[in-house]
């Protein structure tokens, strides 16, 4: 067995990864096996932690490279060090490719050209639109995002997109419009979580019609300063900064416009745990952590957690008169 030495901001997956901890049991328990290593602390999902690679960050050119890197917008700067890519590129949650935070090579089966977006729903006329074209019609910029899961650990990542406000130009959804969903693709061939048929599959997100009109969410193409690579959720993603990570979702090819909230992907399997609204606090607690502080990737420290994660200027305004619905859940 590969042992590896633990760098500091590396807890253990049983602490660092609840859904995965706990769905894994779960599934481990359903095959009536491994118990004694769940009373020792181990789930699978730390085991293959344990005996994870670094991840490569060469390059296969890509039809956007000419893009990168775009210009940076100066109203959105950091209050801490930017993650440095190797840690961000090699810790991530994609539980298409597994339950593990390292699942880059795995993420890199999937191939991302071509690719589509549908685009459909309460809009003036359905359409889809092939990747390139929606990026080359689109104005990429680069953000400074902090970036902060609902596991309790956060980074500061340099996201290259498009505004959601200006997709919403494109996609022109009809007054009857309130809500934004947004679905993975499902390819079981190449992507094995989805052999996992306990899972609600295809990964689903939803905001509603005036979060997406906000100046925050940005439609993700790339990141540190070059196209995405795949476990970032090439070639499309979502990036809303101020809510739990779970709600950015990775490889996008539809986007719903809808009258009524769609359910998404983690709200269908633990809706107690995990809402639709998601927004940081750091005093509301998950029903099985506190969220008052944040471990940052890559580095020893824990710092406190902000609420809605730094941005309440840009979206406190958007809750006022919603205080009976669980915000920050
Ligand atoms: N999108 C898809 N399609 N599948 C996923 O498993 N995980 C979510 C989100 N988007 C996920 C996803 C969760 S739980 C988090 S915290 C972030 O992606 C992680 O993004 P990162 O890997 O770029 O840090």
């Given at each position: 067995?590969?042992?590896?030495?633990?760098?500091?901001?590396?807890?253990?997956?049983?602490?660092?990864?609840?859904?995965?901890?706990?769905?894994?049991?779960?599934?481990?328990?359903?095959?009536?096996?491994?118990?004694?290593?769940?009373?020792?602390?181990?789930?699978?999902?730390?085991?293959?932690?344990?005996?994870s690679?670094?991840?490569?960050?060469?390059?296969?050119?890509?039809?956007?490279?000419?893009?990168?890197?775009?210009?940076?917008?100066?109203?959105?700067?950091?209050?801490?060090?930017?993650?440095?890519?190797?840690?961000?590129?090699?810790y991530?949650?994609?539980?298409?490719?597994?339950?593990?935070?390292?699942?880059?090579?795995?993420?890199?089966?999937?191939?991302?050209?071509?690719?589509?977006?549908?685009?459909?729903?309460?809009?003036?006329?359905?359409?889809?639109?092939?990747?390139?074209?929606?990026?080359?019609?689109?104005?990429?910029?680069?953000?400074?995002?902090?970036?902060?899961?609902?596991?309790?650990?956060?980074?500061?990542v340099?996201?290259t997109?498009?505004?959601?406000?200006?997709?919403?130009?494109?996609?022109?959804?009809?007054?009857?419009?309130?809500?934004?969903?947004?679905?993975?693709?499902?390819?079981?061939?190449?992507a094995?979580?989805?052999?996992?048929?306990?899972?609600?599959?295809?990964?689903?997100?939803?905001?509603?019609?005036?979060?997406?009109?906000?100046?925050?969410?940005?439609?993700?193409?790339?990141?540190?300063?070059?196209?995405?690579?795949?476990?970032?959720?090439?070639?499309?993603?979502?990036?809303?900064?101020?809510?739990y990570?779970?709600?950015?979702?990775?490889?996008i090819?539809?986007?719903?416009?809808?009258?009524?909230r769609?359910?998404?992907?983690?709200?269908?399997?633990?809706?107690?745990?995990?809402?639709?609204?998601?927004?940081?606090?750091?005093?509301?607690?998950?029903?099985?952590?506190?969220?008052?502080t944040?471990?940052?990737?890559?580095?020893?420290?824990?710092?406190?957690?902000?609420?809605?994660?730094?941005?309440?200027?840009?979206?406190?305004?958007?809750?006022?008169?919603?205080?009976?619905?669980?915000?920050?859940?």
């Amino acid at each position: 067995m590969l042992i590896r030495t633990r760098h500091g901001w590396e807890i253990p997956e049983s602490q660092a990864t609840p859904e995965a901890a706990f769905l894994d049991r779960r599934a481990f328990l359903a095959a009536g096996a491994g118990a004694a290593s769940i009373a020792a602390g181990v789930t699978p999902a730390s085991a293959q932690w344990f005996a994870s690679s670094q991840p490569n960050l060469d390059r296969k050119p890509d039809p956007t490279d000419d893009l990168y890197p775009a210009r940076q917008n100066p109203a959105f700067t950091l209050d801490r060090a930017m993650t440095p890519e190797i840690v961000a590129a090699g810790y991530n949650n994609y539980y298409e490719f597994g339950s593990s935070k390292n699942i880059w090579k795995q993420a890199e089966a999937k191939k991302t050209r071509p690719w589509t977006v549908t685009i459909d729903g309460l809009v003036e006329k359905p359409f889809e639109i092939g990747i390139d074209d929606l990026i080359r019609r689109s104005q990429l910029e680069e953000r400074l995002y902090r970036f902060r899961c609902v596991e309790a650990w956060a980074m500061a990542v340099p996201w290259t997109g498009f505004t959601m406000k200006s997709f919403l130009d494109i996609a022109k959804p009809t007054s009857a419009a309130k809500y934004v969903r947004f679905e993975t693709f499902k390819d079981p061939s190449v992507a094995p979580g989805q052999r996992q048929t306990w899972y609600p599959w295809p990964y689903a997100e939803a905001i509603t019609i005036e979060e997406a009109a906000n100046e925050l969410p940005l439609m993700v193409t790339g990141v540190y300063g070059k196209p995405l690579r795949n476990q970032f959720g090439a070639p499309l993603r979502l990036i809303l900064p101020w809510k739990y990570g779970f709600k950015s979702i990775k490889a996008i090819t539809r986007v719903s416009f809808t009258a009524d909230r769609p359910k998404s992907f983690w709200e269908q399997l633990q809706g107690a745990e995990y809402g639709f609204w998601a927004n940081v606090n750091p005093e509301v607690a998950h029903p099985r952590w506190s969220q008052a502080t944040e471990q940052l990737i890559g580095t020893q420290g824990r710092v406190p957690t902000q609420l809605f994660n730094g941005y309440a200027a840009q979206v406190a305004h958007l809750y006022k008169g919603k205080e009976s619905e669980k915000l920050y859940l």
